[in-house]
């Protein structure tokens, strides 16, 4: 860890004193959560939480920890995000693992598990789900768990985003969570009928994706980001073949960009879905587009 200029060389490397130069050092680099950065990644060289850190702020740091946590947060420096140095991201309450094989999932996609929970309320004990796009398995895992007598099968084109998803899986006791490779709809087993999809698919325009953040666009994987010229090229084709795989009244709800819901809306609508709904996320943006068939 570089030597902090105002500091004398022969202080000790306290939690408090790291997490102060830490913080500082990434929020002059433009770190909007740098204080939290700094806390979240001294809590995992040190294995305590937050409270324990503030609990123990006076004791200095051994030479391995501070070398551990240097490069950790030199790697932050360099714009590689936190879920991915610390290896875990909670989503629905539960602690996902998530890799750069992964999109890192973000609170506003809890959004599109309530809306299939509260869509399918009615078939609490028998639903069918069908989770596309599935990443880490965020939302095939979250469904699967607060319905454990659905049987929820996640799918993805990356192998890599499968392996991370069966792990999930695994870990988080989603016993009625099967995961399979296909490229959207190709590869599901023909005669199968769904009463809920979900998706969260590449929704950013393809010329958008060089201006996000460095920690996005440098590190999470493309694959999951990019959505076609006007970020709506895997959500039209969602929407289109949905009907043939939705049992009588089933549910389709697809993640959209901030912005994008009207002309979602209007898809389901040409789609011939009913009762089509946009739900808020927690910024207040429509986030999830929803509808049934008759």
């Known amino acids: 860890m570089t030597k ?21 050092d990434l929020r002059k680099r433009g770190a909007s959560s740098a204080r939290l950065d700094a806390e979240l990644l001294l809590g995992k060289v040190l294995g305590i939480d937050r409270v324990g850190l503030l609990i123990d702020a006076d004791r200095p740091l051994t030479r391995d920890e501070l070398a551990t946590y240097r490069e950790l947060h030199q790697r932050r420096r360099a714009g590689e995000p936190v879920a991915y140095l610390l290896g875990v991201r909670e989503f629905y309450g539960r602690p996902f693992r998530v890799d750069p094989r992964v999109l890192i999932p ?13 869509r399918t309320r009615h078939l609490a004990l028998s639903a069918r ?11 095939a895992v979250s469904l699967a768990c ?12 990356s192998d890599g985003a499968l392996a991370v998803a069966r792990e999930n ?13 296909s ?19 590449p929704y950013i325009p393809d010329q958008d994706v060089a201006a996000l953040q460095i920690d996005i666009r440098g ?17 039209r ?14 549910v389709l709800a697809v993640e959209v960009e901030a912005g994008k819901a009207g002309e979602v809306a209007e898809l389901f609508a040409a789609a011939g879905f009913v009762d089509v709904t946009r739900s808020l996320d927690y910024g207040g943006h429509e986030r999830v587009v929803s509808g049934a068939l008759p």
Request: glycine content about 14%; proline content about 8%; hydrophobic content about 45%.
């Open 4 to 24: 902090p200029d105002v500091e004398p060389q022969n202080e000790p490397w306290t939690i408090r004193r790291v997490i102060a130069w830490a913080s500082g």
């Open 106 to 118: 973000r609170p506003d996609t809890e959004i599109l598990v309530e809306v299939g929970l509260a």
């Open 129 to 139: 789900v069908l989770d596309l796009c599935t990443g880490s398995g965020c939302v």
């Open 146 to 157: 607060e319905r454990p007598t659905s049987r929820v099968l996640g799918i993805d084109i």
């Open 169 to 181: 899986a695994l870990r988080l006791g989603a016993v009625n969570a099967g995961f399979l490779r």
């Open 183 to 201: 490229d959207l709809f190709a590869g599901v087993p023909s005669g199968l009928r769904f009463d809920l999809i979900t998706a969260n698919p």
């Open 219 to 235: 590190y999470e994987p493309h694959l999951a980001l990019a959505g076609g010229p006007d970020g709506l090229a895997f959500t």
């Open 237 to 250: 084709s969602i929407v289109a073949g949905a009907p043939a795989l939705l049992a009588g009244g089933g």
